[in-house]
């Protein structure tokens, strides 16, 4: 059936790299590639390579389980979380891709008294930050996942942070879009293209070493996720990042039965339903560092076991399959979106267990930084804060990191 799928055009070219870009950005994710996108959309930068050691999309981006929300506590969170999701709302359409936006609402559980009163705080910040969510009772809770058992022996549903335009999208697709439009606009994706160095010249950048030889550069994004920490040694200053895997699996796939996504942060368990019925799980990220794509087994059976007491009908599904992604933590987890100690360097890294959600605000306000110097989204989440104590708490927004 598939004989005459042939000569189909590609997506996106596969240059050999120039000696010299305007811009370069190391990472070929979601960020990194939204940020190349406004570069050229918002500024007319074009002059622009994205270089991607594996393939592009194949790091967590690849690897997430695709919940988007902005329901987050402070202001600067709130406004780049929101500015992304109101992205995501026509995306598909600005970059002539599907990339199967479901606006299917996500629910936050509380099933401790403590929750119940971070929730309703968030629900009264979210008002004032015009962020549309609500606190709603334990029954609305039933009534939107009837699967649900609410009267869980250990942790009762006591009711739950909504946001009704909160969901999900394919995240392979968001990369692809974005490598599409910015491959049309003439900018290189090159893959299989390692950074192994990063040169400066009098404080400034000058270029990168990579396993396809010296390019050089007059801007440097490191777009890196879990590999910041490796790419800032290189340019030689130091992050205040820990690298941990997360993971995730998927369960074999069974008739439509749950059609938001619900969030229990307590017990450490998320799930949703995919198109193809998986029912997509995902629980707390390793308690040591790490590099390995993999994540430990006991937090399998830790996930499965907590979510077991609240969505009983999932207790004799089989696992399909798993993986794992590693994560980039902050201490208030909260991304950087930074300029660095290095003149033209820029850094956008921290995103942790929550960045498919902001790729396209983050990509908005970086490119905006990157050509201009300075960006309203991104002037709160500087490297500088760490210095001045001026944290951004986001733990329990973070949800799975706290
Ligand atoms: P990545 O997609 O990891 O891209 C970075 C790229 O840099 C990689 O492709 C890597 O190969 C490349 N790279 C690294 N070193 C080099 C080098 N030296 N040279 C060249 N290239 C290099 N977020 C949500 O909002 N919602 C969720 O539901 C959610 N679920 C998650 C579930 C899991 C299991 C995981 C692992 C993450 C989840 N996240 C979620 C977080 C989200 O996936 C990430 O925050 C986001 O994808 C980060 O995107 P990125 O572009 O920064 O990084
Ligand atoms: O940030 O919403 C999130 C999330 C869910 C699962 C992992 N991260």
Known sequence: ALRYHTGWERAWTSPEPKRHYDVIIIGAGGHGLATAYYLGKNYGITNVAVLEKGWLGGGNTGRNTTIIRSNYLQDPSAAIYEKARALYEDLSQDL???????????????????????????????????????????????????????????????????????????????????????????????????????????????????????????????????????????AGFRLPVESVALQALVSEPIKPCMDVVVMANTVHGYMSQSDKGEMVIGGGADGFNNYTQRGSFHHIEETVRALIETFPIISRLKMLRQWGGIVDMTGDRSPILSKTPVENIFINCGWGTGGFKSIPGSGWGFAQLMATGDSPLCRAFSLDRFKEGRFIDESVAAGVAH
């Open 96 to 234: 002539n891709y599907n990339l199967m936006f479901s606006p299917r609402g996500v629910m936050m559980l509380a099933q401790t008294h403590h929750e119940v009163r971070g929730y309703k705080r968030t629900a009264h910040a979210n008002a004032l930050q015009g962020v549309k969510t609500e606190w709603i009772s334990p029954q609305r809770v039933k009534e939107l996942v009837p699967i649900i058992n609410i009267d869980g022996p250990r942790y009762p549903v006591l009711g739950a942070l909504w946001q009704e335009r909160g969901g999900t999208a394919r995240h392979d697709a968001v990369a692809w879009g974005y490598a599409r439009a910015c491959s049309r606009m003439g900018m290189h994706i090159i893959q299989k293209c390692e950074v192994t160095g990063i040169r400066r010249e009098g404080g400034k950048v000058a270029g990168v070493d990579t396993t396809k030889g010296p390019i050089d550069c007059n801007k440097l994004g490191l777009v890196v996720a879990g590999h910041s920490g490796v790419l800032a040694q290189m």
